[in-house]
T-cell receptor
Framework: DVKVTQSSRYLVKRTGEKVFLECVQD?????MFWYRQDPGLGLRLIYF???????EKGDIPEGYSVSREKKERFSLILESASTNQTSMYLC???????????FGDGTRLSIL | QKEVEQNSGPLSVPEGAIASLNCTYS??????FFWYRQYSGKSPELIMSIYSNGDKEDGRFTAQLNKASQYVSLLIRDSQPSDSATYLC????????????FGQGTTLQVKP
């Protein structure tokens, strides 16, 4: 089975901090995704990546950046955290197009 | 904007009944369709994938796809209280990016 691991289940940070969320997958999957999920707004795509050092903007990239230096690791960076970035963050991976995405356990991030 | 529509519910069914969850999508070129189950506070878990018109059965779950009507559904037979969750419909569109478009989800309540 696919294993997608997110580094933290819960995280509390302060406004203005630079925040790193890490995601690692163990199945040599090409494609990785970062979402945030908020009540009433559903899952929204922030960024995704097809390969090492490649990245594409999703629907809500503002205030975020990503890094993919190795195939198995995809990091989401909040450059200067703000309270409106308090959310559940979900990482997903898929081997190729038209295959299902598999999610990590999620990181519930609170910005105070 | 490509969309995926679900009735938010809650859909309430008695234990042992059939639960029917529905989803419509706007992108006629969509190729892949997925159902995810999400328990409160947890990440989405894949339960069904379907790619061709017709029915696909897996245990108590049956996914139905009708591309002409742009409609996909999930039937849960012999519903159990443990099936109580939010069910997300996800569609991979025709853009060949691997991106999924998620519906807002339908909350299912199975009453003992």
């Amino acid at each position: 089975d696919v294993k997608v691991t997110q580094s933290s289940r819960y995280l509390v940070k302060r406004t203005g901090e630079k925040v790193f969320l890490e995601c690692v997958q163990d199945m040599d999957h090409e494609n990785m995704f970062w979402y945030r999920q908020d009540p009433g707004l559903g899952l929204r795509l922030i960024y995704f990546s097809y390969d090492v050092k490649m990245k594409e903007k999703g629907d809500i990239p503002e205030g975020y950046s990503v890094s993919r230096e190795k195939k198995e690791r995809f990091s989401l960076i909040l450059e200067s955290a703000s309270t409106n970035q308090t959310s559940m963050y979900l990482c997903a991976a898929t081997r190729q197009l038209y295959q299902p995405q598999h999610f990590g356990d999620g990181t519930r991030l609170s910005i105070l | 904007q490509k969309e995926v529509e679900q009735n938010s519910g809650p859909l309430s069914v008695p234990e042992g009944a059939i639960a029917s969850l529905n989803c419509t999508y706007s992108d006629r070129g969509s190729q892949s369709f997925f159902w995810y189950r999400q328990y409160s506070g947890k990440s989405p878990e894949l339960i069904m994938s379907i790619y061709s018109n017709g029915d696909k059965e897996d245990g108590r779950f049956t996914a139905q796809l009708n591309k002409a009507s742009q409609y996909v559904s999930l039937l849960i037979r012999d519903s159990q209280p443990s099936d109580s969750a939010t069910y997300l419909c996800a569609v991979e569109g025709s853009s060949n990016t691997g991106k999924l478009i998620f519906g807002q989800g339908t909350t299912l309540q199975v009453k003992p």
